[in-house]
């Protein structure tokens, strides 16, 4: 594809480390001599010929990029007659948009002389990606999932450490996503010299939340040629899920100065009632895991345990740039209940064949909703972020696919 | 009252000051209390009033599993208050250790308002750098409290001058990279951090991560306007409770006056 992957240093988008009054830097002092090396090798590598030709060559032989923009009639017929149109980061190499920031940061930190990554992982997505960049690059590699997730997504932890990934499981606090990121933090004070926490979505302190959307940009860039391509026209919306919201992040950046292009984050409703992650839609603000943003927290400010059918979009948080879209009214965000985003899963795997991830599948959901509000003449593109052979166990048990006595067979 | 007069009066003596950090609200909010006055009674200059919080990053296992405990019981944010006025009644200062969140929620203006008002001398606030500090150096300056920042061996030189041109009471040197927790040794770049940071215009550094017994603290001691201990004391507490606090507590004491 012909377009620049990083964003030109003249525009006028915010680069960080504040979008708007959001963003920032909380975080113990002895990291920010790292957040500066970071920021500053990214600065370079960004600017450097062979840095992008590197990633642009790993972006097409290893990942397989540039991803499908594959059009969804069967299941158009439910969303009001509005074309839909997936951004097929599901098919990429380990089965979702993780691998795009992966492969970047892992660059990077070669570049930076590290021997070792350490990530945080919720739904295993990101660690599978980090573990797949550490043996590609021959790296030593620790990944940190909560207990409760390594329990829920078995397989991802048999698939990190076949890759030969280091996996512990946070006992802390809610045993979720959350704790994996305060306990990789943790290691990354202790190992700084040698080690490249490669944060997984657009939260954190900054670089992380400009740099990991600056990876992430390539899905938007890529969807924004391919539809003009195929409908001759800008789509009237895109739809993504958002629980940091890295995926989300990647589809939105290159669509925010298209005005007619309305940008919708679908977060996690779950049960419609006190349990969800909608961080955007139902949180306050606050400061969480280093950067001020929107949040879930007690009147105390005590981070409030967020809940999801999807592990991925579990989390009390959310990208500080997501917060400035939201505030300025650029974005607009909406939760998706557990049983919205169960019945988009189901929906789009019996009409296209396509067995979305859970968390792809509130994106789904939101699209649904849209194309029945503005009709037949809509053209709707949604991020399919990831694949859903990793949720198997959770639908079959949610639709009652798994026979009760089997013992017979 | 800021601590620097504490510090100053410290050094009058020949020695370091003893600070000890305790989380409010463990084993619950009146058996804390009752800790923080076996500190005092122990011989503690300065106590450090913890307050528990859901996502200690740069906590380890001992303060983490205690900060547990103490929000399943129902910590609040303003039971930091309360421990500041049963410390200062013990005659000893107080400062509070607290991640940022806490304080924003509270209201910056109000918190500082409200620490004063119960006699606490300042904040220690390990997850907010000065670069992100405009309102608390505002409503600080506007009460009178002690902006306790921290400094890292990985500090470059313009870190320190800055961090300890933005600091007041004193600069809180980490002796090692890595979380609260004791240790075997304290880091060996804790003395060159503690000389840089002066030599960066910090009046007062005192020094803590990882000082787990009497013998640590008189080794810090002899470079160190104060020696932090932490985990050692929450550890002390659960051992053998308020009276083994106390015991802990009056080793560290006699440690940092044999400063050698």
């Given at each position: 594809m012909d377009h620049e992957l990083f964003s030109s240093p003249a525009s006028e988008l915010p680069q960080g480390p504040y979008f708007g009054t959001f963003g920032g830097r909380f975080i113990p002092e002895a990291l920010i001599s790292a957040l500066?090396?970071?920021?500053?090798?990214?600065?370079?590598?960004?600017?450097?010929?062979?840095?992008?030709a590197e990633?642009?060559?790993?972006?097409?032989?290893?990942?397989?990029?540039?991803?499908?923009?594959?059009?969804?009639?069967?299941?158009?017929?439910?969303?009001?007659?509005?074309?839909?149109?997936?951004?097929?980061?599901?098919?990429?190499?380990?089965?979702s948009h993780k691998i795009n920031n992966v492969l970047g940061q892992a660059l990077l930190a070669q570049r930076m002389g590290k021997t070792r990554l350490i990530a945080e992982t919720g739904a295993g997505q990101h660690g599978v990606a980090t573990a797949t960049a550490a043996a590609l690059m021959g790296l030593e590699c620790r990944i940190y999932m909560g207990a409760q997730d390594t329990e829920r997504q078995a397989l991802n932890v048999a698939r990190m450490r076949l890759l030969g990934a280091e996996v512990i499981?946070?006992?802390?606090?809610?045993?979720?996503?959350?704790?994996?990121?305060?306990?990789?933090?943790?290691?990354?004070?202790?190992?700084?010299?040698?080690?490249?926490?490669?944060?997984?979505?657009?939260?954190?302190?900054?670089?992380?939340?400009?740099?990991?959307?600056?990876?992430?940009?390539?899905?938007?860039?890529?969807?924004?040629?391919?539809?003009?391509?195929?409908?001759?026209?800008?789509?009237?919306?895109?739809?993504?899920?958002?629980?940091?919201?890295?995926?989300a992040m990647g589809m939105f950046h290159a669509?925010?100065?298209?005005?007619?292009?309305?940008?919708?984050?679908?977060?996690?409703?779950?049960?419609?009632?006190?349990?969800?992650?909608?961080?955007?839609?139902?949180?306050?603000?606050?400061?969480?895991?280093?950067?001020?943003?929107?949040?879930?927290?007690?009147?105390?400010?005590?981070?409030?345990?967020?809940?999801?059918?999807?592990?991925?979009?579990?989390?009390?948080?959310?990208?500080?740039?997501?917060?400035?879209?939201?505030?300025?009214?650029?974005?607009?965000?909406?939760?998706?209940?557990?049983?919205?985003?169960?019945?988009?899963?189901?929906?789009?795997?019996?009409?296209?064949?396509?067995?979305?991830?859970?968390?792809?599948?509130?994106?789904?959901?939101?699209?649904?909703?849209?194309?029945?509000?503005?009709?037949?003449?809509?053209?709707?593109?949604?991020?399919?972020?990831?694949?859903?052979?990793?949720?198997?166990?959770?639908?079959?048990?949610?639709?009652g696919y798994f026979d009760a006595n089997n013992e017979e067979d | 009252m800021s601590t620097a007069p504490v510090l100053r009066a410290c050094a009058a003596e020949n020695r370091a000051a003893f600070i000890g950090y305790l989380p409010v609200g463990y084993p619950d909010v009146p058996g804390s209390l009752d800790a923080m006055r076996a500190l005092v009674a122990g011989g503690v200059d300065i106590v450090e009033v913890g307050m528990p919080y859901s996502d200690p990053g740069m906590d380890g296992p001992v303060i983490e599993a205690a900060g547990v405990t103490a929000l399943a019981g129902g910590v609040r944010t303003r039971d930091v208050l309360t421990a500041i006025e049963a410390v200062r009644e013990a005659g000893a200062a107080a400062v509070t250790m607290t991640y940022w969140n806490i304080v924003e929620r509270y209201g910056v203006e109000a918190f500082a308002r409200d620490l004063a008002a119960a006699g606490g001398s300042g904040i220690v606030t390990p997850d907010l750098v000065p670069d992100e500090a405009g309102e608390w150096i505002a409503a600080s300056d506007a009460h009178g409290l002690d902006r306790i920042f921290l400094v890292a061996p990985s500090s470059r030189p313009e870190r320190l001058a800055y961090v300890a041109g933005s600091s007041r009471g004193f600069v809180?040197?980490?002796?090692?990279?890595?979380?609260?927790?004791?240790?075997?040794?304290?880091?060996?770049?804790?003395?060159?951090?503690v000389a840089d940071t002066r030599s960066a215009g910090a009046e007062h550094v005192c020094v803590g991560l990882g000082v787990s017994t009497r013998e640590q603290a008189a080794e810090v001691a002899a470079y160190a306007d104060g020696v932090i201990v932490g985990s050692a004391l929450v550890k002390a507490l659960d051992s053998g409770g308020t009276a083994a606090l106390e015991r802990q507590a009056a080793e560290f004491a006699a440690g940092v006056r044999d400063r050698g």
């Open positions: 500066d090396e970071i920021t500053d090798a990214f600065a370079k590598a960004t600017v450097d010929p062979g840095f992008v990633l642009h060559r790993l972006h097409r032989v290893y990942t397989g990029r540039p991803s499908l923009l594959t059009e969804a009639p069967r299941f158009a017929e439910h969303a009001g007659g509005a074309r839909i149109l997936l951004k097929r980061e599901d098919l990429n190499h380990t089965g499981a946070v006992e802390a606090g809610s045993r979720t996503l959350k704790d994996a990121i305060n306990a990789t933090f943790r290691d990354w004070v202790a190992s700084v010299d040698t080690t490249h926490y490669v944060f997984g979505t657009v939260a954190g302190p900054h670089p992380f939340p400009m740099l990991v959307r600056e990876f992430q940009r390539i899905i938007g860039l890529e969807a924004r040629a391919q539809i003009e391509e195929l409908v001759g026209r800008l789509p009237d919306a895109v739809t993504a899920c958002v629980g940091g919201g890295s995926n669509f925010i100065p298209d005005s007619g292009v309305r940008l919708v984050g679908c977060e996690p409703g779950g049960d419609g009632g006190e349990l969800h992650a909608a961080s955007l839609t139902r949180g306050t603000e606050g400061v969480l895991h280093g950067a001020r943003s929107m949040m879930l927290q007690d009147d105390d400010g005590q981070t409030i345990e967020s809940h999801s059918i999807s592990a991925g979009l579990d989390y009390p948080g959310v990208g500080p740039e997501h917060a400035w879209l939201h505030d300025s009214g650029r974005g607009e965000y909406r939760a998706i209940t557990d049983a919205e985003a169960m019945e988009a899963f189901r929906l789009l795997a019996r009409t296209e064949g396509i067995i979305p991830a859970i968390e792809s599948a509130h994106a789904l959901a939101g699209a649904l909703q849209l194309g029945r509000d503005l009709g037949p003449d809509a053209v709707i593109a949604v991020c399919l972020s990831g694949r859903g052979d990793k949720d198997v166990d959770t639908a079959g048990k949610y639709f | 809180y040197a980490a002796s090692t990279m890595g979380v609260t927790g004791t240790r075997a040794e304290v880091g060996s770049a804790a003395a060159q951090l």
